[in-house]
């Protein structure tokens, strides 16, 4: 099985910081990665997918960038309706879910 | 538009079985599969499978193999998911999610507990 690690757990950041979240698979998941927000109580939703992609309606201050076993979500311009968990989802083999990083605002 | 609704929530004694359903509109229910994933309160997400709703053939991941049934209603453009000889690890929040480049739409979950 895939294993795909998130780090940080949580992170700490201010209203207009630029912030940075990682998935590392345990093998070459070949770009296969999908990035989705969750916010308490919600359903999740997806930001971007193919590593890179943006989901139609998601806005630009997202992006999403890696390859291999290395993967990243940033977000530009850190927003206070962008508190929530962001769960990284491997599809390449048996598919797998990262153990989320909690974004909190400071 | 394009929406998966969920049936309401549940709660079971150990040893029960229980039968949740997502009903798919907007869009042609044998063009996309549908996919079951797991959240236990408080904790992350866990892909379970998923259904050609074409077909009708059901994919289980390793942990989700023997207790757990995917099926459909294609008339209904309805996917089910059910549980059979429920334990108390089994109490968790049940998403569909439809594969679009990414699972674009999702179910509110339905929240299944499972207690004495």
């Known amino acids: 099985d895939i294993q795909m690690t998130q780090s940080p757990s949580v992170l700490s950041a201010s209203v207009g910081d630029r912030v940075t979240l990682s998935c590392k698979a345990s093998?070459?998941?070949?770009?296969?990665l999908d990035w989705y927000q969750q916010k308490l109580g919600e359903a999740p939703k997806l930001l971007i997918y193919?590593?890179?992609n943006l989901q139609t309606g998601i806005p630009s201050r997202f992006s999403g960038s890696g390859s291999g076993t290395d993967y990243t979500l940033t977000i530009s311009s850190l927003q206070p309706e962008d508190v929530a968990t962001y769960f990284c989802?491997?599809?390449?083999?048996?598919?797998?879910f990262g153990a989320g990083t909690k974004l909190e605002l400071k | 538009q394009i929406q998966l609704v969920q049936s309401g929530p549940e709660l079971k004694k150990p040893g029960e079985s229980v039968k949740i359903s997502c009903k798919a509109s907007g869009y042609t229910f044998t063009d996309y599969a549908m996919h079951w994933v797991k959240q236990a309160p408080g904790k992350g997400l866990k892909w379970m499978g998923w259904?050609?709703?074409?077909?009708?053939?059901?994919t289980y991941a390793d942990d989700f193999k023997g207790r757990f049934v995917f099926s459909l209603e294609a008339s209904a453009s309805t996917a089910n998911l059910q549980i059979s000889n429920l334990k108390n690890e089994d109490t968790a929040t049940y998403f569909c999610?439809?594969?679009?480049?990414?699972?674009?739409?999702w179910g509110q979950g339905v929240m299944v507990t499972v207690s004495s």
């Open positions: 999610a439809r594969p679009g480049g990414g699972f674009d739409y």
């Open positions: 093998q070459n998941i070949n770009k296969n």
């Open positions: 989802f491997q599809y390449n083999s048996g598919p797998t």
């Open positions: 259904i050609n709703t074409y077909t009708g053939k059901p």
């Open positions: 193919f590593t890179n």
